[in-house]
């Protein structure tokens, strides 16, 4: 199993670029989620699938966009790149039922210029 | 709403001592602590994860402990390494889709 995986793992974007991160996972998990980690704080939530065909936003989900393709994927969008967007994200994912253990993946780290 | 806090931010210790890493939050209803560990540059690595009706869990050097009376989580490792450097992150589930993540504790174990 190679869990949760992310594509890319670094890019550069100039301020007003879209790109979409990728993620997917192969553990046959119901829920999934997209966070963003900057320097001192801790992970902070974007948005959430809990199922496939269904997305809820997070705690800072302003300029971000959304895809539950399917079980498996689930993409975030930047429609138009802020330098605030530069950060690392994270996509996991877990089992919607107790004791909600999250999976994590590898990383994507971008920066706006 | 839910707050966790890891203190300290960082801390350096010789090799081969025990530690003790904090997490604390503010609302005791919440369904799991879950520890984490993050090296540099790389994603997160679950630790242990510790139910609400739980008091702790082991593995290997590894311990962690739960009171959600006082709103407390532990992580305490044995016969500390240099493999054990990296940042510790605690994360307390509130509720199906929500977890809270701490800042994190970067811990150094000089040789």
């Known amino acids: 199993n190679a869990g949760v995986t992310q594509t890319p793992k670094f890019q550069v974007l100039k301020t007003g670029q879209s790109m979409t991160l990728q993620c997917a996972q192969d553990m046959n998990h119901n829920s999934m989620y997209w966070y963003r980690q900057d320097p001192g704080m801790g992970l902070r939530l974007i948005y959430y699938s809990a199922s496939e065909g269904t997305t809820d936003k997070g705690e800072v989900p302003n300029g971000y966009n959304v895809s539950r393709l399917n079980k498996r994927e689930f993409s975030l969008r930047l429609e138009s790149a802020a330098p605030s967007q530069t950060s690392v994200y994270f996509c996991a994912s877990t089992e919607p039922r107790f004791p909600y253990e999250q999976y994590f993946g590898p990383g994507t780290r971008l920066t706006v210029t | ?111």
């Open chain 2, 1 to 111: 709403k839910q707050e966790v806090t890891q203190i300290p931010a960082a801390l350096s210790v010789p090799e081969g001592e025990n530690l003790v890493l904090n997490c604390s939050f503010t609302d005791s209803a919440i369904y799991n602590l879950q520890w984490f560990r993050q090296d540099p540059g790389k994603g997160l690595t679950s630790l242990l994860l510790i139910q609400s009706s739980q008091r702790e869990q082991t593995s290997g050097r590894l311990n962690a402990s739960l009171d959600k009376s006082s709103g407390r989580s532990t992580l305490y490792i044995a016969a500390s390494q240099p493999g054990d450097s990296a940042t510790y992150l605690c994360a307390a589930n509130t509720g199906g889709f929500k977890t809270i993540f701490g800042a994190g504790t970067r811990l150094f174990v000089k040789a």
